[in-house]
């Protein structure tokens, strides 16, 4: 298994995890409310999974504060994005991709149009995969490591790219063979947000891109590189999390907000996925506001 390159682990509540990986490095961080300025470097992409309502950014020069919802996705070209206020605690994971894997697949220089707090289904599934390897939940090999490198980077250059096989490039944007079209899981995360709390089936996530459950299945780990189901899981335990740490509703209203029916279930898997209980979360959230 891959550990090489790993530095500050994290700890219980709060840190910092780095990893080295074939065709990328990424850094998954979870702290709290920190007022000092933080930056996050050029050339990467990456995910915020605890959401923030007013934060204070700067971008080549502008200034500008905003909310993000959970899971928001950014990437960045040349310029880093400086935080000048994060008020509130943060679980992000950053991808920084080769370069030199970037130009390769790309069949020439490339660079990718930043974007800034949108929904992105397949970075999501992606930077989710590499979470879990961080906090040893399901450790990665080199080949799988490498496996979900190259996948990222064709998506970012069909999405984002502005090199040969960007928009702005003759190359195709069409998906390969095997895996969903563009924009596809996008729609399924759409419509795994509006029925939340409802029953969600293969069947239904299926006729969201027009396929039989059998082919969509396959389809979706070949683009994403999780289950259908896991997806959906890691959607409801990163918006009861937001839901816990921003309302007052108990901890089973919070589960059957997000389709828990089974309480116990909710609190296995949210201990499983933070390293402690949804309970906890908000007493370390109380903590981290004082």
Do not use: C
Request: hydrophobic content about 40%.
């Amino acid at each position: 298994m891959r550990s090489a390159g790993k530095e500050g682990p994290i700890l219980r509540y709060t840190g910092i995890s780095r990893m080295t990986w074939p065709g990328m490095r990424s850094e998954y961080a979870v702290l709290g409310p920190h007022p000092a300025v933080t930056t996050t470097g050029p050339h990467q992409v990456g995910v915020d999974f605890s959401g923030h309502r007013g934060l204070l950014r700067e971008v080549v020069g502008r200034t500008e504060r905003y909310d993000a919802e959970p899971g928001a996705v950014y990437v960045t070209g040349h310029g880093p994005i400086t935080w000048l206020e994060v008020p509130e605690p943060t679980e992000a994971l950053e991808i920084y991709p080769d370069r030199a894997l970037i130009d390769r697949l790309a069949g020439g220089t490339a660079e990718v149009r930043p974007s800034y707090a949108v929904r992105d289904g397949v970075v999501f599934a992606v930077a989710s995969r590499l979470r879990q390897a961080h906090m040893s939940v399901a450790p990665l090999t080199d080949i799988e490591a490498s496996t979900l490198a190259h996948l990222l980077v064709r998506h970012l250059l069909r999405r984002y790219g502005t090199g040969p096989k960007g928009p702005s490039g003759p190359g195709p944007r069409s998906a390969p063979p095997g895996q969903l079209r563009p924009g596809a899981v996008d729609a399924v995360a759409e419509y795994i947000h509006a029925h939340l709390a409802d029953e969600i089936t293969l069947e239904a996530l299926a006729a969201q891109v027009n396929l039989s459950p059998y082919h969509f299945a396959r389809s979706f780990r070949v683009t994403t590189s999780l289950t259908p189901h896991s997806f959906v899981t890691e959607h409801r335990l990163m918006l009861a999390r937001d839901r816990l740490m921003r309302s007052d509703a108990s901890v089973s209203q919070v589960a059957l907000s997000v389709g828990f029916s089974n309480i116990s279930h909710f609190r296995r898997l949210f201990r499983r996925r933070y390293g402690f209980t949804p309970a906890v979360l908000r007493q370390i959230d109380s903590y981290q506001s004082i």
